[in-house]
């Protein structure tokens, strides 16, 4: 069969980054992509890269209410939307531009029969299927979204203007960044979810310390709640919980995950699970020379791992031979303020989950005098190592976490064992020597 393209990427997220590679190498690919506008997927546009831009505004103003300050500032929703806009059109812009060997096929693009793909009216057939579809906001079924009283991420995102009072509904990533943002921004907030603590997932320590951060912030907390309905009416949003209570907020951010979007695979040969579309440990449906790459396998949705999925797929094409991509090298992070947390390979939790025998080391960063200086009094070092004293993973409570992180998953990818892990000398003061006294104390 003589195809249209050697691949075809479905989908323009993250997906662009193996278009680039695979087209510079000489291969010819197509990106089918509804709106080309929106090159970059969700993280860029609607997620991570808005998101970490609002809570560093948001910061600026929590760190300008300390009392060695005086006066006020307030955030401008409107202009930090305009910033957002125009960095946003920059970025697509440079996008754009690194996909000049890449056809960009404009249009809704389903998977219709092996190695073809239907999208404005064209059929278009390809070697090798890439899809990249990403995800959605998740509602709950019994809330009513609307896009006026209750939002999601995407509404939240394209804000101009600051709600008086807003209750945030979930407590994983996006619930927990976006009630930070707000009550750091000087918005009434309520954070509600169906568990008894946060980060259940997470050292209790990191746990019990989040809690008392989001009380810090003036976060009002409502744990082991869960929400029968919700609908936007005169009086603002009524919220009717599952044991009966009643409640009304101006706004509810639902933030209860994201689903895979799986609808454009309409191939009975390609399998789709409960979290995504399946797919081996390279990334290949159930379905020969046919990948699914980031939040549409259900793997990890992160925008860091779709890119690596997707080059380490179009290396394997390309007959490289790539090392086998390891997910539990990826580090996962959620932006909270002002500690955030950050985790890589092996989390306590998952250590006592599978009974593997492990040393901790925990380093609270309480007392230490930068920590105090620099808001990171609750903060806390953790890594674990397995009996022979090789770095089995971390967890890191502190201001900007997912940075010191990047020290425990080189250790972890390396294969580090403590002993040479003592040998480097971290700088003073920083939240990093924390970090080294906690290979130590392996």
Not at 304 to 311: C, F, P, S, Y
Request: with cysteine.
């Amino acid at each position: 069969m003589n195809y249209d393209y050697d691949i075809l990427f479905l989908g323009g997220g993250l997906n662009y980054a193996g278009a680039v590679v695979a087209s510079k190498a000489g291969l010819k690919c197509a990106l089918v992509e509804k709106n080309p506008a929106h090159l970059g997927g969700t993280c860029l546009h609607n997620g991570c890269i808005p998101s970490k831009m609002y809570l560093e505004a948001a910061e600026t103003i929590r760190k300008a209410k300390k009392d060695h300050f005086s006066g006020s500032i307030a955030l401008e929703m409107a202009k930090l939307d305009d910033e957002k806009e125009e960095l946003l059109v920059r970025a697509t812009k440079a996008i754009t531009k690194q996909c000049a060997g890449v056809d960009i096929v404009k249009g809704q693009g389903v998977l219709t029969a092996p190695h073809i793909v239907e999208a404005a009216g064209r059929t278009l057939t390809g070697r090798y299927m890439i899809i990249g579809t990403g995800s959605r906001p998740f509602i709950p079924e019994g809330i009513e979204y609307d896009g006026v009283g209750v939002i999601t991420s995407d509404e939240v995102l394209n804000m101009r203007s600051l709600p008086e009072k807003i209750a945030v509904y979930g407590d994983g990533a996006i619930g927990l960044e976006m009630a930070s943002f707000f009550a750091s921004a000087g918005v009434e907030t309520e954070l509600i979810w169906r568990h008894d603590t946060l980060l259940r997932k997470a050292h209790p320590i990191i746990s019990q310390n989040l809690m008392k951060q989001m009380e810090s912030l003036g976060v009002t907390l409502s744990p082991e709640r869960s929400i029968q309905s919700a609908k936007t009416t005169r009086r603002g949003v009524h919220i009717r919980y599952t044991d009966g209570k009643e409640h009304y907020v101006p706004t509810l951010l639902v933030a209860t995950g994201r689903r895979a979007v799986t609808d454009a695979v309409q191939v009975p040969e390609i399998e789709i699970g409960k979290k995504g579309i399946v797919t081996d440990e390279h990334f290949e449906t159930t379905l020969r020379d046919h990948y699914a790459i980031g939040d549409c396998n259900g793997k990890l949705q992160l925008a860091h791992a779709a890119r690596a999925e997707v080059l380490y797929v179009v290396r394997r094409i390309l007959g490289k031979k790539p090392e086998t991509i390891d997910l539990e090298h990826v580090v996962r992070f959620i932006h909270t303020l002002p500690c955030s947390y950050a985790v890589v390979g092996k989390s306590k939790a998952e250590l006592e989950r599978v009974g593997t025998e492990y040393r901790e080391s925990v380093v609270p960063l309480s007392g230490l005098p930068f920590a105090l200086t620099h808001d990171g009094a609750d903060g806390v070092m953790i890594v674990y190592a397995d009996a022979e004293g090789f770095i089995l993973g971390g967890e890191i409570f502190a201001p900007n976490a997912e940075e010191l992180i990047a020290v425990v998953a080189m250790a972890v990818a390396g294969e580090m064992d403590a002993a040479t892990a003592k040998r480097t000398i971290l700088a003073h003061p920083t939240f990093g020597e924390s970090l080294e006294k906690a290979f130590w104390r392996l």
